[in-house]
């Protein structure tokens, strides 16, 4: 039992993640002296520095090998199709649920965090809030008043004008589908701004 003891406090002792510094060539040349004594007394970090040696070795001559294998010419393709078909958890009906309640465990999480700065957060996203709705109100009421505006030009056209002629009547048809097209380039541009 005293030598298992004295076992493990060699090991506790031995400079395990040195030896692969030592490998990689990463430690400095005192330390690598340092080390090189030690490994010379101690039995564990030989074998380890073997050990890893060994799989160092192994992994090289792996490595090597695998340049002669050749893929089938469909390889990427029928890889991508095993991996979208095996995807499990975006088909799931409750996936939206989990995401929402993910989405309220984040906030609050925020909500924590933010801490006494809290308000200052939500003022700061209120007045953004309050901004998009007054651009969106403006943009609505912009559309109402353009509509009211044509329904009036086009009653009035229509109660001055007697449709008894095709050509006044196609001449107004003209003028409402023209207007109509440059309402909406205006708002294309409108929305490009």
Do not use: W
């Not at 970090?45 to 073997?50: F, G, T, V």
């Not at 989405?103 to 939500?122: D, Q």
């Not at 953004?128 to 009035?156: M, N, W």
């Amino acid at each position: 039992m005293s030598m298992e003891l004295l076992l493990n406090e060699d090991q506790a002792l031995c400079p395990s993640p040195d030896i692969s510094a030592y490998i990689d060539g990463e430690l400095a040349a005192h330390d690598e002296i340092r080390l090189e004594m030690h490994i010379a007394d101690c039995r564990v970090c030989r074998d380890d520095l073997n050990l890893q040696k060994t799989f160092l070795n192994a992994l090289d001559s792996s490595i090597e090998g695998a340049d002669h294998i050749e893929l089938p010419p469909d390889f990427t393709k029928s890889v991508v199709a095993n991996a979208e078909s095996r995807v499990s958890g975006l088909r799931r009906p409750h996936e939206r649920r989990k995401a929402a309640l993910i989405c309220v465990a984040l906030a609050a999480f925020s909500l924590f965090a933010l801490g006494s700065n809290a308000e200052r957060s939500f003022a700061a996203a209120a007045g953004i809030a309050e901004k998009f709705l007054v651009l969106t109100g403006s943009v609505g009421h912009f559309a109402y008043d353009i509509a009211l505006g044509s329904a009036i030009v086009f009653r009035s056209l229509a109660l001055g004008f007697v449709f008894d002629s095709n050509a006044i009547f196609a001449f107004v048809l003209l003028l409402l589908v023209l207007s109509l097209y440059l309402f909406s380039r205006l708002l294309g541009e409108f929305r490009r701004t």
